[in-house]
Structures are given as C-alpha cells and as structure tokens.
C-alpha cells in the first residue's frame, strides 16, 4: 500500500519516471520514492542485473527505451562506478592506466550521453518534465583543493559537460524541461565504502529524497546548472 507522500509535485499527475541504475543504492532508493508518489502513474526501474541495461552497451540501451515507449516525465541517471575491475581511484598521475580511465569514462561519461540519446525522444514536450544524473562534487573543477582521483573526476566533469549540452539542446523544444547535474553527499553505499573519512554521510533513502526535492524544486531557467542534495550551486 502506498504512503501518501508527494514526491514530484512540479510533473504533471500521473507522470511516467524512468530509472536507470535502479538496483544501485542510490537508484533503488530512487524508485522506492517514486513508487511511494500517490502522482506518479508509473515508475520504471531498469538496471543491469535485473534487465540487462549495460550504458556501456548502447544496443541494450536502445532494445530499453522502444520497449519503454510512449512519453515520460522524469528520467534519473543513477549509474556510475569509482572502483572499476578491481582499480580503484589514482593517488598520483604514475598511477594512471589509459584502460582504467577509459573505462571510467565509458561509464561515467559516455554511458549517460547514452542514454540521453535514446531516452531524449520520450521526453514529453508540452508538459514539465525533468532530467538528471548522479555526479559527484569531486567532479567540480572550481573545488579540486587535493588533486588525485583523475579518472573519477575527469569523467565526472565530463558528465557535467554533458549535462549542460542536454540542458540546452533540450531547451530549444522542450521549454518545461529542467536538466541538472546532481551531488548526492557522501552516501552509505558500496561506491563510498572505505572512502568515507570525517564527512557527514546520508542513507540512500535520505540521499534519494534530497535529491527529488531539489529537481521538483528546480525551474526551467535553473535548467543545466549542478546541484548538490541541499540545492546549493556546486561550481563547475
């Protein structure tokens, strides 16, 4: 039975979400907030281990998107990886390995753009709507004060590249569309695990409704700026 908890108060009644990445922490916690919306006609929740999503696979990306069809709402990006294969984040540039990083920009970076591309099409144009992705605040290159971590903030800052760009391709035929770049905080989940230190940490479930409040908080004009779970403005 669902609790009467409005979620999306800015997307029209009976509003379509679309998830991806939904059995990560972050992206679960995601979709228990949507399902939980009396508003939300549907909520959609497709993953890797549950559908097959790869976003490093556009094939599977574009087999998702047709069966989806019809017109949606929301569409939140929770992919993304610090550790991948086994290789964890870089402390010096005599750590960096060229397939590690591109492997980090496959996921990060690449695999969003991904999915824009084949999502974009569903996005309903005459009603609000919004589109986000998870980034990080270490993606910022305004707030770089320690250095390392090269390939994770690198794809990072590309994701945010690209967030802008969907931002403003998007603006031109979709003028109720709100696009952001998303800080979860430091959140207890495998990503952050060991890597946590003095900060303050969320649950995914605190996490996941900051983050939906600050979209539906969000207007047009704020479209392709990045936020983090508070709303404030994260520099680029």
Request: aromatic share 6%.
């Amino acid at each position: 039975m669902r609790r009467h908890l409005t979620v999306m108060e800015r997307l029209p009644d009976g509003y379509r979400a679309v998830v991806i990445g939904a059995t990560g922490g972050i992206g679960s916690a995601v979709m228990r907030r949507l399902r939980d919306d009396p508003r939300c006609g549907e909520a959609i929740g497709l993953g890797r281990s549950t559908d097959g999503i790869d976003v490093t696979d556009e094939a599977t990306l574009a087999e998702a998107a047709q069966r989806v069809g019809g017109e949606i709402h929301l569409l939140f990006i929770a992919t993304g990886a610090l550790e991948i294969d086994g290789n964890g984040p870089e402390k010096a540039f005599k750590h960096v390995e060229p397939e590690a990083m591109a492997r980090q920009f496959a996921l990060n970076a690449t695999g969003p753009a991904l999915v824009i591309k084949h999502f974009k099409p569903l996005i309903a144009r005459r009603e609000p709507t919004a589109v986000a992705a998870l980034s990080a605040r270490v993606g910022s290159i305004g707030d770089n004060g320690f250095g390392g971590w090269m390939g994770y903030r690198a794809s990072k800052a590309a994701l945010n590249q690209l967030i802008r760009c969907a931002a403003i391709e998007l603006w031109r035929t979709h003028k109720k569309c709100v696009v952001a770049a998303l800080h979860p905080g430091t959140v207890r989940t495998e990503l952050t695990e060991g890597r946590r230190g003095d900060y303050d940490t969320l649950s995914p479930d605190e996490s996941a409704e900051r983050l939906l409040s600050v979209l539906d908080s969000l207007r047009p004009e704020a479209t392709g700026t990045f936020r983090d779970w508070q709303g404030e403005v994260v520099e680029w």
